[in-house]
């Protein structure tokens, strides 16, 4: 994302060069960290191994941190190198690094809740704070992000999110394909569902769907109604698709943050469903030029999924086993 920004000055050379560094220095270290003890994450969440696991999340601590230090040079450096290029260019730092701060500043932050972590993906019964902070945690991520390297530094100049006319009939229309979309990502997931059985692959379920099953239903319905799709999208469509859309065109942009939309799901069994839902998004926004749209069908998306889940749960629905 530092296209057109080729004449960098040389004062700025040291920084890209020790930020580089880190983060590879960051990279090597947490990844052979990991190789070396496949299951250290497991063992940390469940007490087991104590005295080694400790000495592994020092390491693990210290690659993170190299990493996210790294990271916030590069993209400090990144904006401003990248203020000298016109209004109508992206003049932030790549939207990657953004994401993977993101996701480094949330780990990091989770760690004091690991014990909910553990409940969440196990049998145990998590406090409603402690879900609530689990399951956030990466959409505030996102926001702050978006808010310090693209809002404040005005990366997007002349941005609109909020149509001048209409802005009421465009979330009424995201709430209208709510549900069309909801049953296209479960079609998808079907196919999907069957492809991998005949390849021996089962889908695991992932934090989210652990927490349908055992978390309180208020704190799902503000953590992933509310402030997932905000989050969300100010993000994916706000920024990412915005960004790419001035850097490389409408068709980059479209199927660009679609895929790194469902890339961030982390699911292998969620990836072309979500993706799908991604380009949905980026479409409608660009229809109606209305953010509030694109948040309004993914709150929608998002509420089917979790009023189902929660009939499920308590005996009130009998969903068909796929």
Do not use: C, K
Request: net charge neutral.
């Amino acid at each position: 994302m530092d296209r057109g920004a080729e004449r960098e000055p040389a004062r700025y050379r040291p920084l890209l060069v020790v930020s580089l560094a880190l983060i590879a220095g960051g990279v090597i270290v947490s990844a052979a960290v990991l190789a070396s003890a496949p299951g250290v994450l497991t063992d940390v969440l469940s007490d087991g191994g104590a005295e080694r696991a400790v000495a592994i999340l020092v390491w693990l601590f210290a690659g993170g941190m190299a990493l996210l230090i790294g990271l916030l040079a590069h993209a400090a450096r990144s904006v401003v190198v990248r203020a000298a290029l016109p209004d109508s260019r992206y003049r932030g730092p790549s939207v990657l690094v953004m994401l993977v701060l993101a996701f480094i500043a949330a780990n990091l932050a989770v760690v004091p809740v690991a014990g909910e972590v553990a409940a969440l993906l196990g049998e145990g019964q998590p406090s409603a704070l402690g879900t609530l902070a689990v399951l956030t945690v990466t959409q505030l991520g996102l926001l702050a992000a978006a808010a310090l390297y693209v809002a404040a530094p005005r990366a997007l100049v002349g941005l609109r999110l909020v149509p001048d006319r209409g802005l009421w009939r465009s979330i009424g229309l995201g709430l209208l394909l709510a549900l069309p979309a909801w049953i296209g990502a479960q079609l998808i997931g079907l196919i999907v569902l069957r492809l991998l059985d005949l390849v021996g692959l089962e889908p695991d379920a992932g934090v989210a769907e652990r927490a349908v099953a055992n978390a309180d239903p208020l704190v799902l319905v503000v953590a992933i109604v509310l402030v997932a799709p905000v989050a969300e999208e100010v993000f994916f469509r706000g920024v990412v698709y915005n960004a790419w859309l001035r850097e490389y065109g409408p068709r980059a942009a479209l199927i660009g943050s679609g895929l790194l939309f469902a890339v961030i799901h982390g699911s292998l069994f969620l990836f072309l469903p979500i993706a799908a839902l991604g380009v949905a998004l980026a479409l409608l926004y660009r229809a109606t030029g209305s953010l509030p749209a694109a948040i309004a069908l993914h709150a929608g998306f998002n509420g089917i999924t979790i009023a189902l889940g929660l009939l499920e749960r308590y005996g009130l629905l009998e969903l068909p086993v796929t």
